[in-house]
Nanobody, 125 residues
Framework: QVQLVESGGGLVQAGGSLRLSCAASGRTLNRNAMGWFRQAPGKEREFVGAISWSGIIRYNTNSVKGRFAISRDNAKNTMYLQMNSLKPEDTAVYYC??????????????????WGQGTQVTVSS
């Protein structure tokens, strides 16, 4: 089993920045893709972006284009989400996820089998 723990969420004003981290523990990651999803109150869970073991990245360009950046440090079993120019509509619980070994950075949630508990991001106007 892989355990995922998110950190770095909080309250920020519009236009500000936050950096989320996702630390994996338990079974060592083995070429697993990792990703970020978010869910706002009353809305469906939305794909934010994902990154393969080798660094191939896919973003939900409609919502985060040019503002968010995903990275990972495989030696630390950690993934990051740098969020800049935050908007009130970015307010949501952000979830970290990991796929099976050798997985690709896909945009659908059933491509991942490990999920964190989520971290709240609130952007005030």
């Amino acid at each position: 089993q892989v355990q995922l723990v998110e950190s770095g969420g909080g309250l920020v004003q519009a236009g500000g920045s936050l950096r989320l981290s996702c630390a994996a523990s338990g079974r060592t990651l083995n070429r697993n893709a990792m990703g970020w999803f978010r869910q706002a109150p009353g809305k469906e869970r939305e794909f934010v972006g994902a990154i393969s073991w080798s660094g191939i990245i896919r973003y939900n360009t409609n919502s985060v284009k040019g503002r968010f950046a995903i990275s990972r440090d495989n030696a630390k079993n950690t993934m990051y989400l740098q969020m800049n120019s935050l908007k009130p509509e970015d307010t949501a619980v952000y979830y970290c996820t990991a796929g099976p070994p050798g997985s690709s950075p896909v945009q659908y949630s059933n491509g991942y089998n490990y999920w964190g508990q989520g971290t709240q991001v609130t952007v005030s106007s």
